[in-house]
Structures are given as structure tokens and as C-alpha cells.
């Protein structure tokens, strides 16, 4: 067995390099000026989506209870997504609780209990304002850094399709 020391006194850079192999610097932090939004939102989605989770009622209780575990999940994964594009040109994201709650786009959440139609326009709306978000990323990216909007693009198409399955709760035809 190997010993491995662990340093004691480790210095921490005081701001990282940027990833000058995409573009040149300002355009990098453009990058980060519309990622970050998306992972505010994101975040934001992914907490009031379990909110509604824990609260929905009714005849489509478990069709939707489950469905919206499965929107949490992909909401984290895009978050994560979005943050590390940002953090791997070298450049920190802010998601801390109360930057969330500061900045995220996405509609006031209603408390306890509620039937499933409520609760499903709700996520919908909560899911439209993040894709405001998104789409404003994927148009703006497109000048700044093609490879980010590829990230953008990419979560936009997820955040549809789930709108699509959980908006279909709300069809009357």
C-alpha cells in the first residue's frame, strides 16, 4: 500500500484561466451571462417540480407524481450540463440557494395540496418560463460560441418534450 501525502496548505488560485481554445476571452463570459440563467432556472424547476411531486392529488395522481420525478431529474441533468459547459472554459457559477431564488425567472409556486390539473399548469408554466430562458441562450450563443448554444439547443429539446408528456395531462379532446 502506497502512502499518499495530502497537502495541509493548498493555495487557491484566485481566478481560473479561461479557456482561450473556444474564443477570445469576452466572448467567454457571454457564455456564462446566458448559461447561468439557465441553470437559476433549472435549479428553480427542479425544486418546485418535487414540490408539486409531494403534493399532487387526484384520478391522475400516479401518471403525474411520477412524471414529475422524471422533469426533477432532467432538470438537474440539464443544470449540470449548462453549469459545467460554463465551468470547463474556466469560468465559476453561482448556484447558491439564494441566488437561485434571486434570479430565477420561473413563476411564484403554490403551497399544499392540489388536484392534478392545478398542479400540471403550474410545472407548465414553471417549464415555459425556463424555456424563455433557454431559447434567449440558444439565439444569443449563437454569435458567442457555437459550442455552448450546442448545450442550450440540447437542453431546450429536452425541456420541450417533457412540457409535451406533462402538458398532455391537461387535454380535454
Do not use: C
Amino acid at each position: 500500500m502506497t502512502n499518499v501525502e495530502t497537502p495541509t496548505n493548498v493555495e487557491a488560485k484566485a481566478e481560473p484561466a479561461i479557456d482561450q481554445t473556444q474564443a477570445p476571452a469576452e466572448e467567454i463570459r457571454g457564455v456564462q451571462h446566458y448559461l447561468a440563467p439557465i441553470v437559476w432556472d433549472l435549479q428553480a424547476l427542479a425544486i418546485s417540480g418535487k414540490q408539486a411531486h409531494w403534493h399532487v392529488r387526484g384520478e391522475n395522481f400516479i401518471a403525474v407524481h411520477e412524471l414529475l420525478d422524471d422533469i426533477v431529474d432532467h432538470a438537474r441533468e440539464y443544470a449540470d450540463l449548462a453549469a459545467e459547459r460554463t465551468v470547463a472554459l474556466g469560468l465559476p457559477i453561482d448556484a447558491r440557494l439564494q441566488t437561485i431564488a434571486a434570479n430565477s425567472t420561473l413563476p411564484p409556486q403554490q403551497e399544499g395540496f392540489q388536484n392534478y390539473g392545478p398542479t400540471v399548469q403550474q410545472v407548465v408554466a414553471d417549464m415555459d418560463a425556463a424555456v424563455a430562458t433557454v431559447r434567449k441562450a440558444v439565439e444569443a450563443l449563437e454569435e458567442i460560441d457555437p459550442n455552448s448554444q450546442d448545450v442550450a439547443t440540447e437542453i431546450e429539446r429536452g425541456l420541450v418534450k417533457d412540457r409535451w408528456f406533462l402538458s398532455a395531462h391537461l387535454a380535454t379532446d
